[in-house]
Nanobody
Framework: QVQLVESGGGLVQTGGSLRLSCVLS????????IGWFRQVPGKEREGVSF????????YYAPSVKGRFTISSDNAKKTAYLQMNRLKPEDTAVYYC????????????????????????WGKGTLVTVSS
């Protein structure tokens, strides 16, 4: 059974940093596209950053490029999102999601992948950035 569990959210001041973690079980991280999404009440879930283990590609939304870094430790089956220079508008629930590359790449040949395209989801972790 595939399971994704996020952690690392919390309250931070503007300009601060947080590192989110996503532990993935029941799958081989090497075969998956990992995406970090975020959502605020009343708004659609948006893709923040993606990493494709099989081909090494990455993607960052323009709003976070240069501030966030996605990475993974495949041996630990853990994906990370390092978030620096945080802003109040980064406040959201952050979700980790996974898409099997070998089937998903036919539907989505390039990053980013829309939320409805992801195969598996975590339950999210709340990030609050105070001004």
């Amino acid at each position: 059974q595939v399971q994704l569990v996020e952690s690392g959210g919390g309250l931070v001041q503007t300009g601060g940093s947080l590192r989110l973690s996503c532990v993935l079980s029941g799958l081989f991280l090497d075969d998956y596209v990992i995406g970090w999404f975020r959502q605020v009440p009343g708004k659609e879930r948006e893709g923040v950053s993606f990493m494709s283990s099989p081909d090494g590609s990455t993607y960052y939304a323009p709003s976070v490029k240069g501030r966030f870094t996605i990475s993974s430790d495949n041996a630990k089956k853990t994906a990370y999102l390092q978030m620096n220079r945080l802003k109040p508008e980064d406040t959201a629930v952050y979700y980790c999601a996974a898409l099997l590359f070998w089937t998903g790449s036919y539907r989505y040949p390039s990053l980013p992948v829309p939320p409805e395209g992801m195969d598996h989801w975590g339950k999210g972790t709340l990030v609050t950035v105070s001004s």
